[in-house]
């Protein structure tokens, strides 16, 4: 028999602690603090107070139409395509806490979502309130929560029930990592979220790793001609510390995650639309890399820093080539009608005749291709 865990003791104390930090920084009261109030989730409760807000507000999840659905997966194709897979494993990994997996764009709009829990109490139907593509939860939609906070401070965080700024979102438990994308721009956030759950503050781990993965397979889906996995000397290599900086054929900077931008400290942006070369980062003849790649072989690379950083270049996979596709019939037809007439000068009547149709078929064979 399966039985409910009870919550342990540290998640009392900490929603005692919760409850004393509101009633000082949201209501003002004159309390003293068991615990300290983490400056990015102070930061947030201000901006709510700011903005007019009162927690004790009522939030509606509005309805979503399904052209903001199809606009979604149309608008986001890259990031869906490198979620997806992560969102799957993800799924697996919490499957018995009850928590799920929300992806959000920029703006802290819900794009894509994870498994959701079974059942059909109170707790699965307020998941699927918030749990659906288009759905806004951001910041100043429903105020301080792990999604506002992640896209808010660029790092992940750890947020439980009343720490939500508004009573409505106190059943929630999250976390939540910001996603970088190719050309160190936040394109995003991943949440890993439970409704009336156990806190779990290692999801924050979880998710941040997730996180990464996403932005890994950005870069790998990057079109280039060359790419790095660098770490430095004597790390292993591995996806959560390993850099990646992908190139073009110009040797040119085209893509890059997080931990690479932090390894040479550069952000590796287009600058006025040209992108920094490999030549500005690396104090190495650049054609070393593509030699090293074509040997399969590691290799030291002095930066002009004086450090030196261990790469692994990768030229990438060429796809097989795909049989040539069988031409319509619709275009055999229209070829073989507009040859007729070329062969007879022009003359409609004649290549009807030789191809034994009429010649407002010839006419409307030709217009419809042409349309």
């Known amino acids: 028999m399966i039985t409910t865990p009870t919550l342990p003791p540290r998640d009392g104390s900490r929603l005692l602690a919760i409850a004393q930090a509101r009633r000082q920084c949201i209501h003002g009261e004159d309390v003293a603090l068991a615990a300290p109030v983490e400056p990015w989730l102070l930061r947030s409760w201000q901006r709510c107070l700011a903005a007019g807000h009162r927690p004790q507000q009522r939030l509606n999840f509005e309805p979503v139409a399904r052209a903001a659905v199809h606009e979604a997966d149309e608008r986001h194709r890259a990031l869906l395509g490198a979620a997806r897979p992560v969102l799957a494993r993800l799924s697996r990994a919490i499957a018995d806490t009850r928590y799920f997996a929300l992806l959000t764009d920029a703006e802290g709009v819900v794009i894509e979502i994870g498994a959701l829990p079974d059942g059909s109490d109170d707790a699965a139907r307020r998941a699927r309130d918030i749990a659906r593509v288009g759905v806004d939860l951001s910041e100043r939609a429903v105020g301080t929560s792990a999604i506002g906070a992640a896209l808010a401070e660029h790092s992940a965080v750890w947020l439980h029930r009343a720490e939500h700024f508004f009573d409505d979102t106190g059943i929630y438990s999250c976390a939540g990592a910001p996603l970088f994308g190719p050309q160190g721009d936040c394109i995003?956030?991943?949440?890993?979220?439970?409704?009336?759950?156990?806190?779990?503050?290692?999801?924050?781990?979880?998710?941040?790793?997730?996180?990464?993965?996403?932005?890994?397979?950005?870069?790998?889906?990057?079109?280039?001609?060359?790419?790095?996995?660098?770490?430095?000397?004597?790390?292993?290599?591995?996806?959560?510390?390993?850099?990646?900086?992908?190139?073009?054929?110009?040797?040119?900077?085209?893509?890059?995650?997080?931990?690479?931008?932090?390894?040479?400290?550069?952000?590796?942006?287009?600058?006025?639309?040209?992108?920094?070369?490999?030549?500005?980062?690396?104090?190495?003849?650049i054609g070393l890399l593509w030699d090293s790649a074509r040997h399969a072989g590691p290799l030291e690379i002095p930066l002009w820093s004086g450090l030196r950083l261990q790469a692994w270049p990768e030229l990438p996979m060429r796809p097989a080539t795909a049989p040539a596709a069988p031409a319509r019939l619709r275009d055999v037809e229209t070829a073989l009608i507009r040859k007729a007439v070329e062969d007879a000068r022009g003359n409609v009547a004649e290549a009807a005749r030789t191809l034994g149709i009429s010649r407002a078929t010839v006419y409307r064979k030709l217009a419809t291709r042409v349309r």
């Open 188 to 285: 995003g956030m991943l949440d890993l979220t439970g409704v009336q759950a156990i806190e779990r503050p290692e999801l924050r781990h979880l998710a941040a790793l997730s996180a990464r993965s996403i932005e890994n397979a950005l870069v790998r889906a990057q079109p280039h001609a060359l790419l790095l996995r660098l770490n430095w000397p004597g790390c292993a290599s591995g996806e959560e510390s390993e850099g990646l900086l992908a190139l073009d054929g110009e040797a040119r900077v085209v893509a890059a995650n997080a931990a690479a931008r932090q390894m040479l400290n550069a952000p590796l942006r287009p600058i006025a639309g040209a992108a920094p070369g490999a030549d500005t980062l690396f104090a190495l003849p």
